[in-house]
């Protein structure tokens, strides 16, 4: 009887052992530390465009009105759409940026701008929206100034075509894949959403117009998304055309900026997978 009990105890230390045993050899061999990436989760390292990358006609009104200076206006407008993006993005995705120190020519945002090239290429816009009156009779028959506006002595004025606009596409550069590859390891990045190019033209159709405040505006934002391994996914230019009446640079951004990062979000969400 006594060795039936000393049986069956060794078989419950002899289980015992073997679980315990398995447990320890299990977490020598394999890191159970949980990551974004083991995880699976897309994370989109964003970074705002170029300061170089930066057109804007018209930009005059809008500086005169707000009291600051053509460098300013630049930075307002980088730093504001690039909120807006993210802010948009971080409702399917996580999102992180590079510290913006671009004094610095070693921080990440000053490393990434010198390892990407573009290329040109006219494309049709990936998305447009329309925000101005329809044209009269008058405007339809006549001069193009008169539907797109003009400097004050009828020479026209650059005129929207979301059918043709040349695209500013980001690439790495060849043998800075490795420097690519090193900053979003750093990141703990799947994507990188380059803005490449910002643009903004500001039209008045007559001297009149421009006295009281009349404008026709086009914003276009360049895009390209690259994976981790520096291929492109996609990208392309979104826009819009819309008439104004003034010149104060918050109501330009809160009535334009939402609506365009919107557009890239909804255009990405078509190649990657929301979580």
């Keep these: 009887m006594r060795k039936k009990k000393e049986r069956k105890y060794y078989w419950i230390f002899a289980i015992v052992f073997l679980c315990l045993a398995s447990r320890l050899s299990y977490g020598q061999e394999k890191d159970t530390t949980v990551t974004s990436k083991n995880l699976g989760k897309v994370i989109i390292l964003v970074v705002p465009f170029n300061p170089q990358m930066y057109e804007a006609i018209g930009e005059q009104f809008i500086c005169n009105k707000s009291g600051i200076n053509p460098g300013q206006l630049n930075e307002i407008m980088r730093t504001s759409f690039t909120l807006s993006l993210m802010e948009n993005m971080n409702e399917y995705y996580d999102v992180t940026e590079p510290i913006d120190n671009l004094k610095d020519p070693n921080s990440d945002i000053s490393v990434l701008y010198q390892i990407v090239t573009y290329k040109s290429k006219y494309r049709k816009l990936k998305s447009y929206f329309k925000d101005y009156p329809a044209f009269s009779l008058g405007q339809r028959l006549g001069p193009a100034y008169l539907r797109w506006g003009s400097d004050c002595v009828n020479n026209s004025r650059q005129r929207p075509n979301p059918n043709h606009h040349k695209f500013q596409k ?9 420097i690519y590859s090193a900053l979003m390891n750093y990141h703990n990045a799947s994507y990188t959403l380059f803005i ?4 903004m033209t500001t039209r008045f159709k007559t001297c009149l117009d421009l ?3 009349v404008f026709q505006r086009d914003f276009y934002i360049h895009y390209t998304l690259l994976d981790f391994n520096g291929n492109y996914v996609t990208g392309g230019i979104v826009g819009t055309t819309f008439e104004s009446n003034t010149n104060d640079i ?3 951004i809160d009535q334009n900026f939402n609506l365009l990062s919107g557009m890239i979000v909804a255009n990405i969400r078509n190649k990657v997978a929301t979580q």
């Design 170 to 178: 980001a690439l790495i550069i060849k043998d800075k894949d490795s």
């Design 250 to 252: 918050k109501k330009i």
């Design 196 to 199: 490449t190019d910002f643009e």
């Design 211 to 213: 006295q009281n405040n």
